[in-house]
């Protein structure tokens, strides 16, 4: 880990946020990425300071880059490459609580429907 500056999409592939550098690159072209609160282009530099706003897919992190590097390195030592800050952090858990709670509000039927009941079903879907 550095604190020399470093592309943007990059960092993002070293840090973990994103599997491949053209997913990165894709999402900072697509406008998920935020820096310093503007949108970036992959080839923008980021260094120690800056602040990123990130959505992939439902998650939407805020970080702080504490550190660069070039090399993709082990998600613990990612990590430490930025900090989260703690409203980020609780809309994150909030919103995943409420995921899995609506997964287990779904009414699943207790069995497999038997014969009689399939062809029920057939005759009201009209088939």
């Known amino acids: 880990m550095t604190a ?11 840090t973990r946020f994103f599997k491949t550098r053209g997913l990165a690159k894709g999402a900072v072209d697509g406008g998920k990425i935020q820096l310093n609160g503007a949108r970036a282009k992959p080839a ?6 800056d602040v990123l706003q990130i959505s992939r897919g439902d998650e939407r992190y805020e970080v702080t880059v504490l550190a660069t590097g070039t090399r993709r390195v082990s998600a613990a030592l990612a990590a430490e ?14 919103r995943a609580e409420q995921r899995r709670l609506q997964a287990l509000d779904t009414s699943a039927p207790e069995r497999r429907p038997d014969k009689r009941a399939r062809r029920a079903l057939r005759r009201f879907r009209g088939r």
């Open 4 to 14: 020399d500056p470093v592309r943007l999409d990059r960092w993002l592939w070293t």
């Open 44 to 49: 923008k530099t980021v260094q120690p300071g």
């Open 81 to 94: 490459m930025y900090s989260e800050t703690p409203e980020s952090r609780a809309r994150r858990e909030a």
